[in-house]
């Protein structure tokens, strides 16, 4: 459909975070910044790629074939929103972090703002990214 007018959302790039080479120690990437309309912003998409270029899931494992999340956004139906994302843990390595803004009309940043960004896990942080299992404990009087 053509939306005489319309143009797709912008990324305020110099407001978006990270930047490119950032390392994350916790396990998680941050991702913030501003996203701008000329009528008005419905919502932000992040996609993390991995270097075998596998999207992230919601779940924080990686798959083929594309997959975003989506951001929180401050104000939404306005022309101009402020968004975040923050991943669940990740595991160690070098990821591509995509971000794009749709309009009212379904309209995308195209192509998507690209930033790069690295992951390293603390000992704890490893733990609990492949615990998987509940551990039952019965205690039993003497």
């Known amino acids: 459909m053509i939306y005489p007018n319309d143009n797709p959302p912008t990324v305020t790039e110099n407001l978006l975070s990270p930047t490119n080479g950032t390392l994350f120690t916790e396990g998680r990437i ?85 930033r790069t960004a690295s992951v390293t896990l603390t000992v704890t942080d490893v733990w609990l990214a492949k615990a998987s299992t509940t551990i039952e404990v019965t205690v039993s009087e003497p």
């Open 30 to 114: 941050a991702v913030s910044g501003r996203v701008e309309d000329d009528i008005q912003i419905a919502d932000v998409e992040v996609a993390i790629v991995n270097s075998a270029g596998q999207y992230m899931r919601s779940n924080g494992s990686f798959g083929n074939g594309e997959s975003w999340r989506d951001a929180f956004v401050t104000s939404p139906a306005s022309p101009g929103s402020n968004f975040s994302y923050t991943t669940p843990v990740i595991p160690d390595g070098d990821y591509t972090v995509l971000v794009r803004g749709v309009d009212h009309h379904g309209f995308e940043t195209d192509p998507p703002v690209a």
